[in-house]
């Protein structure tokens, strides 16, 4: 295993080090990053590994199951070329600046490069102490590394920017965690997650410098930034010009502003969009507290911290990341001297998250394009539809595929081809026939049937033909998505050393927008006894 990777370590070797190398927590000046050595563990187990990303990194099997891949990814050896490090980032929770965060519980390992040819940074999350833990033990328990692993692995089969994971490990360690913050903490087991990302830079390592008026070092981090993260943004020139900063930051309003078209498209709600968990490159990173929306409702956040102000939920994220983008663009000025172009950036960002998300929508809805005049009101009737009635995103979406643009469906017919979206239903008065006598009131079966008759009028219009139309919203609405309670099932069993779930969600996830007959059962709404379970619809920062 010793010569697996050829490490090139370039945060590591071309940026500031902090000169204290002691692991106590403290404020770190004037660096980038800390040197720290995870911390060594009892008993490291392989819980699961991503086939995918393994191959993109060159390891095969037979690596990944010896026992010495699971103590490299324990942290407790190190491969020859691995120069361990947490890096120092501040960052605003929850509206406020919050000063110096940090890599708290991960440390970076060091710099690979794919076999397409890209940077990857391995590193791990729980293996201990670092300057940055705070008061806190720099460890992660199982349950949180499943969820991050699980929906990591979930969202890049999706289609959804974000960070990767290699392995999952338990660490033999036992781990006090007081999961509600009401006073009733218990053990739970260790585990480790091994993240993978070309870049782990978020918005607070910038904002950390510009804090402390250290413009020296922050303007060192911004051309590494771009001379590695955003190379197509620069030829050789030696001094980046304020244009190429401008373009950079350009550069990053829009890939964020993907990321939330993204998040939207699939019901994805991150729990944190603290500043510190906005990466520059756009990749979902940090999976806390986060959640799938099931019943469509954009003032649903899984968050408990968050239930109060709600200012994470489903709706707010686009415009919170817009928020966060202004934090950033108010870190970087000192270094550009000038802010016309950070503003219009800005100002940029909202009106491309308005018409993107309209064409994202009506690729949803296996329109063509989105056209003004006949759509307005079909989206707006819609939004008013899906929060009238307790309706599944996932499934919704996906039914609609089904609609033929010319058939002469009754409106109990019409009601039928969404009806298993709908969570009021009472489902012992199935067929469709008696819908008008069940909990779904009369009000709400009118307005679906009326909505979908606006739409069966709307897709006539257009020359495309059912086939196709089905074939292409197929692919932008997942069948399968990392529902709140199969992450949880997948835990409580791994929790109790089985860790089948965790392998079938693995094959699961991998295909999501296939209609894998074998895995029908999970093309479900939620279930009753998950509806308020903690871990499946409640879910707190403490991991
Ligand atoms: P989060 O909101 O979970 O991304 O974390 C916010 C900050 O708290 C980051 O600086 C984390 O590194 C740190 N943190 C979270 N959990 C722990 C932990 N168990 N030990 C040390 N630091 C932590
Ligand atoms: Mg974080």
Known sequence: MENIFQFRNRFFDELPADPDERTVPRQVYNSCYSKVNPTQVRSPCLISFSSSIATSLGLDSTVIESSEFAQVFAGNKLLQGMTPYAMCYGGHQFGHWAGQLG?????????????????????????????????????AVLRSSVREFLCSEAMYHLGVPTTRALSLVTTGEKVLRDMFYDGHPEYEPGAIVCRVAPSFIRFGNFQIFAARKDFDNLKRLIDFCIRYDFPHLISNEKEISREIYEKWFIEICD?????????????FVHGVMNTDNMSILGLTIDYGPYGWLEGYD???????TDTEGRRYAFGNQPQIAQWNL??????????????????????????NYNKESKEMFARKLGLDRYQAENDELLFESLFELLVASEIDMTIFFRLLSKISSQSDYTSEQFFALVADAFYDIDTDKYPPDSYRNSPINESIFNQTVSWLKKYQARLEQQSVSDADRTKKMNLTNPKYVLRNYMAQVAIDKASEGDTSEVEILMKLIEKPYDE???????????????RQKAGCSMLSCSS
């Open 103 to 139: 890599d708290g519980r991960a440390i970076n390992l060091g710099e690979v490069v794919d076999i397409y040819g890209n940077n990857q940074t391995l590193q791990l999350k729980g293996a201990g102490l670092t300057p940055y833990s705070r008061t806190a033990d720099g460890l």
């Open 255 to 267: 890939r964020t502003m993907r990321l939330m078209i993204e998040w939207t498209r699939v019901g």
């Open 298 to 304: 954009p003032y649903w956040t899984p968050n408990t």
């Open 326 to 351: 202004y934090q950033l663009a108010n870190a970087i000025a000192p270094v550009i001297g000038r802010t016309e172009g950070l503003e219009a950036a800005l100002s940029q960002y909202s009106e």
């Open 516 to 530: 894998q007959p074998e895995f029908e059962k999970y093309f479900a709404k939620r279930p009753e006894w998950a």
